[in-house]
């Protein structure tokens, strides 16, 4: 009953945005409005499962004319719907050769029953190789298959609070905490590629490093952690978990050599300029080989999660719409508006341009807030008494905070191959949030006054 009045109520507040059409919005981004409401509310709520309402999001936006076909279905021509292709089929892999049971006995032994150790060497190695690995993506469906084993080896059954921190100190710390290493997730490189074509500024890794990483970094690895430990307490017990029956020692060696290779390939790709995808996608078509491969034919039909992959399209296409149908720009120009900037309040301009970055993520998505917030930054710079870059830096920590997890397609990403309900992932969003913007925020705020760029 309570799903059934949360989806009634969902459809007449669609129905009365595309009958009042507020804020001056016009016919197709009313409808577009309604639709993003419903796809954001029935996945919140979980009113259906997640990759129906992705399909009937997809089809609706197509019915009623809000965007056409290769708007709504960039999805799956996107490199991150091919990225997560790979990491479904490394995931296969690992598991039939058993290099994740392997992986996972060996680390777990030195966990010496302890959790916090457990999470802390998670969360840690996690951040640590989002210095190395450009893509949040590629770190997510690299590490989840190996966390999970663990979690097995640790006697962490499904359903356990054991398992969903395991899952949850993975998700979230191969991606939140790397918002502070500059190439490390998308937003970061749409943030960067928009202020050097719109304001011709681009910020140094050194500088953007220095700036960001005590707090949004190092402080927020270690509320992840306390987070986790705070939540969802476990105790490990070694060696419950059963060995693998498929020990394949050739297959692990080739499999080893394979993501070696893969690795390699994805932390110089400054050097060549090959995209994360098109290296993951290269790796796992070797695996799919018949006779050199990894993954027989059977394997891939039993265990490949084109219901991930919908739902990873339906997300995609959410910030598809919001784009073509100008509803970003919208919000930017209602913001812009309404924002309250004083040059003689250093602390209310904070507050205002991180708040304003916030509540854009929350309808932009977090790619969505570099696109739609930049070209606004110089009348906002003018408001505000600040440098342009200054408040182009501001949008960080709008997009490094996030409320409900369908912002952040990795965190989907990462949560859907851990085989977690996504609602532990919408509690820790916001309790995290909450703590972020209470705690780490003002934090950050002091550390930028230190600084100089306050």
Same mark, same amino acid.
């Given at each position: ?58 089809l609706a936006t197509i019915l009623f004319a809000v965007a056409p076909p290769e708007v ?10 091919? +990225? ?186 400054? +050097? ?75 602390? +209310? ?28 930054a110089d009348q906002m710079a003018s408001n505000a008494g600040m440098t342009i870059k ?65």
């Amino acid at each position: 009953m309570q799903k059934l009045i949360t989806a009634l109520l969902t459809l007449l507040c669609g129905a009365l945005i595309i009958i009042l059409q507020p804020a001056g919005l016009t016919s197709e981004q009313a409808w577009g409005a309604a639709l993003v409401l419903f796809a954001i509310l029935f996945w919140a709520a979980a009113l259906l499962p997640d990759h129906l309402t992705a399909l009937i999001f997809m089809l609706a936006t197509i019915l009623f004319a809000v965007a056409p076909p290769e708007v709504v279905f960039a999805g799956f021509s996107s490199a991150a719907m091919w +990225l997560i292709f790979s990491g479904l089929v490394f995931g296969m892999a690992i598991n039939t050769t058993g290099l994740g049971g392997r992986i996972a006995q060996t680390l777990s032994q030195h966990v010496n029953g302890s959790y916090t150790r457990l999470i802390f060497g998670i969360v840690t190695a996690s951040v640590l190789l989002g210095f190395v690995m450009p893509s949040s993506l590629g770190r997510a469906v690299l590490l989840v298959p190996i966390a999970i084993a663990i979690a097995d080896s640790c006697g962490f059954v499904p359903g356990s609070k054991g398992r969903t921190g395991t899952a949850l100190a993975v998700a979230f710390g191969c991606h939140v905490p790397t918002f502070a290493v500059l190439p490390a997730n998308v937003p970061n490189m749409v943030f960067i590629g928009a202020a050097e074509t719109i304001h011709g500024i681009s910020p140094g890794y050194a500088e953007y490093l220095l700036l960001h990483f005590p707090v949004l970094g190092l402080l927020k690895g270690l509320l992840i952690i306390g987070l986790i430990l705070l939540l969802f307490p476990d105790k490990p017990q070694l060696h419950t978990a059963p060995q693998s029956s498929n020990n394949d020692n050739h297959g692990q060696r080739k499999l080893i050599l394979v993501l070696g290779t893969a690795l390699a390939f994805w932390f110089t790709d400054s +050097l060549h300029h090959i995209s994360p995808a098109w290296i993951g996608m290269t790796a796992a078509l070797f695996l799919l080989m018949p006779k050199v491969g990894l993954v027989d034919s059977k394997t891939f039909n039993e265990k490949m999660n084109f219901n991930l992959m919908a739902f990873l399209a339906g997300i995609l296409a959410l910030g598809a719409v919001i784009n073509t149908t100008g509803l970003g720009n919208v919000l930017a120009n209602a913001l812009n508006s309404w924002i309250p900037l004083n040059p003689e309040n250093p602390a +209310l301009n904070y507050a205002s341009l991180s708040g304003t970055a916030i509540m854009t993520a929350l309808v932009a998505t977090l790619p969505g807030v570099p696109a739609v917030l930049t070209p606004f930054a110089d009348q906002m710079a003018s408001n505000a008494g600040m440098t342009i870059k200054a408040v182009l830096m501001t949008q960080v920590l709008g997009f490094s905070t996030i409320l409900m997890p369908y912002q952040s397609a990795p965190l989907i990403v990462a949560m859907q191959l851990s085989k977690e309900p996504l609602r532990h992932a919408i509690r820790f969003c916001l309790i995290s949030a909450t703590l972020t913007i209470l705690i780490l925020l003002p934090l950050d705020y002091l550390w930028w006054q230190w600084l100089g760029w306050i």
